[in-house]
């Protein structure tokens, strides 16, 4: 089995900073992107943050310059930096991950069980 395991949710004041990581165990032999998403009350999930294999990144505009995803690939941990909250970035923030748990395996996606982040104004 593939776990996803996220952590660093919780409350903080707007202009406030968290750091949330996630990380992956069990059988695995390849990890292609982490993807970090977010979901408010009555919204959509939305993709806020992706990183390659190769450490290429990709973010929601509206987290540009304020968001930095990162991965450790000897960890299978993937991090997401959050600065300059706002409270419209409350949500349930879930991580991502394209797994291949053999060679001979396609990848496939497994998702954590999210971290709570509100932002209170």
């Known amino acids: 089995q593939v776990q996803l395991v996220e952590s660093g949710g919780g409350l903080v004041q707007a202009g406030g900073s968290l750091r949330l990581s996630c990380a992956a165990s069990?059988?695995?032999?390849?990890?292609?992107?982490m993807n970090w998403y977010r979901q408010a009350p009555g919204k959509q999930r939305d993709l806020v943050a992706a990183?390659?294999?190769?450490?290429?990144?990709n973010y929601a505009d509206s987290v540009k310059g304020r968001f930095t995803i990162s991965r450790d690939n000897a960890k299978n941990t993937v991090y997401l930096q959050m600065n300059s909250l706002k409270p419209e970035d409350t949500a349930v923030y879930y991580c991502?991950?394209?797994?291949?748990?053999?060679?001979?395996?396609?990848?496939?996606?497994?998702w954590g069980q999210g971290t709570q982040v509100t932002v209170s104004s």
């Open positions: 069990g059988v695995i032999f390849s990890i292609n992107a």
């Open positions: 990183i390659t294999s190769g450490g290429n990144t």
């Open positions: 991502a991950a394209d797994i291949a748990r053999t060679s001979l395996t396609v990848p496939r996606r497994y």
